[in-house]
């Protein structure tokens, strides 16, 4: 059983930074891909970002790219998610994911996942 475990979440102004962090504890693998999705009150969940722990290749949603970015450290199964110039839209609940590596179209895909956090809240609000 694998164990998930986000935190960092918090208010922040429009135009700040805010930093994620996730940690996955128990049985974790190489081919393995930990990933961030979000959702907003009354809105589906969204893919954010993830990272494959093989190769370290990353991955972005499109609303996210060039202001986010995703990096991990494999030796103690961690993410963080650095998160720049937030604007309202990005306030919703936060969820950290580690699944299976598939495909890459598999990545953004919620199904894709099998262990899922609890969430943490990320509101931007001036």
């Known amino acids: 059983q694998v164990q998930v475990v986000e935190s960092g979440g918090g208010l922040v102004q429009p135009g700040g930074s805010l930093r994620l962090s996730c940690a996955a504890s128990?049985?974790?693998?190489?081919?393995?891909?930990m990933g961030w999705f979000r959702q907003a009150p009354g809105k589906e969940r969204e893919f954010v970002a993830a990272?494959?722990?093989?190769?370290?290749?990353?991955y972005y949603g499109d609303s996210v790219k060039g202001r986010f970015v995703i990096a991990g450290e494999r030796a103690k199964n961690t993410v963080s998610l650095q998160m720049n110039s937030l604007n309202t839209e990005d306030t919703a609940t936060y969820y950290c994911?580690?699944?299976?590596?598939?495909?890459?179209?598999?990545?953004?895909?919620?199904?894709?996942?099998?262990?899922w956090g609890q969430g943490t809240q990320v509101t931007v609000s001036s």
């Open positions: 128990g049985r974790t693998f190489d081919t393995y891909v």
């Open positions: 990272i494959r722990w093989r190769g370290g290749h990353t």
């Open positions: 994911a580690y699944g299976p590596y598939a495909i890459v179209s598999s990545v953004p895909q919620q199904f894709a996942y099998k262990y």
